[in-house]
């Protein structure tokens, strides 16, 4: 495939929508790698030839391709009845469930953009995703973790932020209002599956999170790649466990179910005996969690086998697959066990499929996927040879529009000619399989989730008691890792993790960055140039989990 230009930053159109640079849009589209149509179209379609068939279920709230259709018209005429210009923000706070699907379908119909923010998500992180992304609504259900959502709205409004649209939806997606608007005004008004349709964050290496940019095209030619993978179909049923706003759950729950015309499960807070039920209740085929979810799957049904033979497929990632639970996997369940590997920015640089074997499966991130173009490149940004470590960069048809309203970041995820990085260190064999070999990036993993090490120091200092901060991943067997916080204090001062909890739930900070362990020290290691000696952090909490010594 030729190489081409990057899906740098978009222009704007006559709108107020940004879309993908419109050349590399035609060249993808006329090779059949992307296409004109979009999801509400396939619903739309889904709706008139099977109209009573099940699109989701959650708990006991279940949609039918009819409602699903029928929902999303009527919030996207309640939308564009509220004022909202084309191309406004519309932040959407849901738990994942039927509802989250039809407001992003509504939004797609009535041609604004959606702000995804994570059901757990603390004051601070909402408040920066509403004024980074210029959101003006915002949409939530009454009530969210027994707290009313008025009372968000009306804090946010306190802040300085303009919500001057906050509408409330029930678990299926039913808002107040009848819609009121004529199918011709919403066929006007929708996006294009080239148009900035929404907004995710991902943990960034400094500060707050930064804001992905995302349309429909990436995510269907995602779909092609994941249905080929698994010989996915029409009788599937998937179980999705990943929430919607994020990238995994956007492929595996709100995309391709729907591209196939298949079911979805789906969970609004994940407990493993409940979802252990449910799967030999309702008997689904494909499931999709990250490792953590399956590793506690396991963990659970040790306790009180269950059923779980309907599985043929899971698809996993987020982080290494651990190979002995994963095959723990394989023999309890008959399932395959698959990935991708990539990013939110990226897509997927990799996959593996039902063709591999199982050392293949379950030791590699799978063959390179050619249409992405995959280079290592050395810190020069030169290749390095087959077999040699490098950082994987990539250009092609799943990779996102890059960051929103942030040069400096688009600055460290783009090679100067275009090529998007992944902040991992890998190897590629000669037979196309990569495996990774690090990270690049100061991020700890846990349970697929990216934590930036450096935002958690930073919300750890600002305790009054602290005089330097440092955190570092602490290995777990259920987690991978978990976040370790190191600190000197001032003097005088003591600290405990109850009270530096305590302090961070006061500020708002959301519950992802909570340190769960904290080492107190007379002094941090330094290196010779002056810096944190994190290296020695590291291998300090290691010696300590081994000894099982306490700090």
């Not at 006329?30 to 509400?40: D, P």
């Not at 030839?49 to 029928?70: C, M, N, T, V």
């Not at 039927?98 to 992003?104: L, N």
């Not at 990539?394 to 992944?422: E, H, I, R």
Request: hydrophobic fraction near 40%.
């Amino acid at each position: 495939m030729t190489r081409m230009t990057p899906l740098t930053e978009p222009r704007l159109t006559g709108d107020t929508v940004l879309r993908v640079d419109r050349m590399l849009a035609e060249t993808y589209t006329r090779s059949g790698e992307w296409r004109t149509g979009t999801l509400a179209d396939t619903i739309r379609q889904l709706a008139a030839a099977r109209p009573d068939d099940l699109a989701f279920r959650e708990g006991e709230h279940d949609l039918s391709w009819a409602q699903y259709d029928e929902y999303s018209d009527r919030l996207a005429g309640d939308l564009i009845a509220a004022g909202l210009a084309r191309g406004s923000r519309v932040a959407v706070m849901l738990p994942d469930g039927p509802g989250v699907h039809v407001m992003f379908t509504a939004c797609e119909k009535a041609g604004l953009t959606v702000v995804g923010i994570g059901a757990r998500a603390g004051e601070r992180e909402i408040e920066h995703l509403l004024r980074k992304c210029e959101a003006t609504a915002l949409v939530t259900e009454v009530t969210h973790a027994g707290r009313p959502m008025a009372e968000l709205a009306t804090l946010m409004r306190g802040r300085g932020l303009p919500i001057g649209t906050h509408l409330i939806i029930d678990r299926l997606g039913r808002g107040p209002g009848d819609g009121g608007r004529p199918l011709e005004e919403i066929a006007r008004r929708r996006l294009d599956p080239n148009e900035l349709w929404l907004l995710n964050s991902t943990s960034g290496t400094t500060g707050l999170p930064k804001c992905v940019m995302q349309f429909q095209n990436r995510w269907w030619y995602f779909h092609r790649m994941a249905v080929d993978a698994a010989a996915l179909h029409t009788q599937d049923k998937f179980l999705g466990l990943v929430p919607a706003p994020f990238g995994f759950g956007l492929w595996t729950a709100h995309f391709t179910p729907a591209l196939l015309g298949a079911p979805t499960l789906l969970v609004s807070r994940f407990d493993a005996d409940a979802t252990l039920d449910l799967i030999e209740r309702e008997r689904p085929t494909v499931i999709c969690c990250v490792s953590t979810q399956f590793i506690m799957l396991l963990n659970a049904q040790a306790q009180r086998p269950r059923d779980l033979r309907s599985l043929r497929v899971m698809f996993t990632g987020g982080e290494t697959v651990p190979y002995q639970r994963a095959s723990e996997f394989e023999e309890q369940t008959g399932a395959r066990v698959l990935q991708f590997y990539g990013s939110n920015e990226t897509g997927a640089l990799s996959r593996t499929t039902l063709t591999d074997t199982r050392e293949q499966r379950l030791t590699t991130c799978g063959r390179t996927i050619t249409a992405l173009q995959v280079r290592l490149l050395d810190e020069h940004g030169r290749d390095v040879p087959t077999g040699q470590p490098g950082q994987p960069a990539c250009k092609g048809p799943v990779t996102c529009m890059g960051y929103y309203d942030d040069a400096q970041a688009n600055g460290q995820l783009f090679t100067s000619d275009g090529w998007m990085k992944t902040g991992d260190i890998a190897t590629v064999d000669t037979a196309d399989y990569l495996r990774l070999a690090g990270r690049t990036a100061d991020f700890i993993i846990r349970g697929g989730k990216n934590i930036s090490a450096v935002e958690v120091e930073e919300l750890v200092a600002l305790h009054p008691a602290v005089a330097l901060s440092a955190v570092v991943a602490m290995p777990d067997p259920v987690f991978g890792e978990r976040v370790c916080c190191y600190v000197s204090l001032r003097s005088g001062t003591s600290l405990s993790l109850e009270q530096l909890l305590a302090d961070l739930r006061g500020r708002g900070v959301s519950k992802e960055n909570f340190p769960e362990r904290l080492i107190v020290l007379d002094a941090l290691p330094m290196s010779p140039i002056g810096k944190i000696a994190k290296t020695e952090l590291r291998a300090d909490i290691r010696r300590r989990l081994t000894s099982n010594g306490t700090p």
